[in-house]
């Protein structure tokens, strides 16, 4: 055996820890979806037809497993938004602001139980380590991108009379520390933080049924106001 090899039985472990973490995962997943974010390590134990007990070797609390979902799903929809926004030319930036806002809608749709579970209704007892951070911030990072490149480009940038409350802008001022903000300037970003709760609000209402016997296409619908979104915002 060459130096660093793994040993074949602590390989065969490892592999065998990781199918049964990706099953319980699965399992978890399909209660989601039937019962919403009310998950029970007991019931995921007895669809594996494992005691609870032996869950807990591979997951010590209900919070620990919630966390590894909500994080996957988090980068899960990052990556979608990020491949669709990488897949439409740099200096197209509504274009990249409409692929992005779609990439949202068809991921939502795809995993309904996965976008209930990190913008739904908060999980009773639940709450958000710092591990869920970064991932969470994958999305807003790609459109936060687009706004920067729309400011340095000159397209996108504040009107004369745009006006903010004293407690806005100091909220603003604490956003715009961050470097992915770097550069957008406060009116601008408000704006945007407008598009984004509108673009989770239409997905959300959606996604719900809020829509219900109200809007009958209701993708043609979502493109119409995510391009009136982007005019709004400058792009």
Same mark, same amino acid.
């Given at each position: 055996?060459?130096?660093?090899?793994?040993?074949?039985?602590?390989?065969?472990?490892?592999?065998?820890?990781?199918?049964?973490?990706? +099953?319980?995962?699965?399992?978890? =997943?399909?209660?989601?979806?039937?019962?919403?974010?009310?998950?029970?390590?007991?019931?995921?134990?007895?669809?594996?037809?494992?005691?609870?007990? $032996?869950?807990?070797?591979?997951? #010590?609390?209900?919070?620990?497993?919630?966390?590894?979902?909500?994080?996957?799903?988090?980068?899960?929809?990052? +990556?979608?938004?990020?491949? $669709? +926004?990488?897949?439409?030319?740099?200096?197209?930036? =509504?274009?990249?602001?409409?692929?992005?806002?779609?990439?949202?809608?068809?991921?939502?749709?795809?995993?309904?139980?996965?976008?209930?579970?990190?913008?739904?209704?908060?999980?009773?007892?639940?709450? $958000?380590?710092?591990?869920?951070?970064?991932?969470?911030?994958?999305?807003?990072?790609?459109?936060?991108?687009?706004?920067?490149?729309?400011?340095?480009?000159?397209?996108?940038? #504040?009107?004369?009379? +745009?006006?903010?409350?004293?407690?806005?802008?100091?909220?603003?001022?604490?956003?715009?520390?961050?470097?992915?903000?770097?550069?957008?300037?406060?009116?601008?970003?408000?704006?945007?933080?407008?598009?984004?709760?509108?673009?989770?609000?239409?997905?959300?209402?959606?996604?719900?049924?809020?829509?219900?016997?109200?809007?009958?296409?209701?993708?043609?619908?979502?493109?119409?106001?995510?391009?009136?979104?982007?005019?709004?915002?400058?792009?």
């Amino acid at each position: 055996m060459e130096t660093g090899d793994e040993p074949p039985a602590r390989g065969l472990r490892a592999r065998v820890r990781a199918e049964m973490v990706d +099953e319980i995962k699965a399992v978890a =997943r399909r209660h989601l979806a039937a019962e919403g974010a009310n998950l029970s390590l007991r019931a995921v134990a007895r669809d594996l037809g494992m005691v609870s007990s $032996a869950v807990y070797r591979y997951f #010590p609390s209900r919070d620990a497993l919630l966390t590894v979902l909500i994080v996957e799903a988090y980068d899960a929809l990052g +990556e979608a938004t990020e491949r $669709a +926004e990488a897949a439409v030319a740099r200096r197209d930036l =509504r274009g990249r602001w409409i692929a992005s806002c779609h990439a949202v809608r068809d991921w939502a749709l795809a995993h309904p139980a996965e976008y209930a579970l990190i913008f739904g209704s908060p999980v009773p007892g639940y709450a $958000a380590p710092p591990d869920t951070v970064g991932p969470a911030s994958r999305t807003p990072a790609v459109l936060a991108v687009i706004l920067r490149d729309a400011v340095a480009a000159g397209v996108v940038s #504040p009107n004369r009379n +745009e006006r903010l409350p004293r407690a806005l802008r100091a909220d603003l001022k604490r956003l715009l520390a961050d470097p992915r903000f770097a550069g957008i300037p406060e009116p601008v970003l408000a704006r945007a933080m407008t598009g984004w709760i509108h673009l989770f609000g239409l997905v959300s209402f959606e996604l719900f049924g809020r829509f219900n016997d109200m809007i009958t296409d209701t993708g043609q619908f979502f493109d119409y106001q995510v391009r009136a979104m982007g005019t709004q915002i400058g792009l």
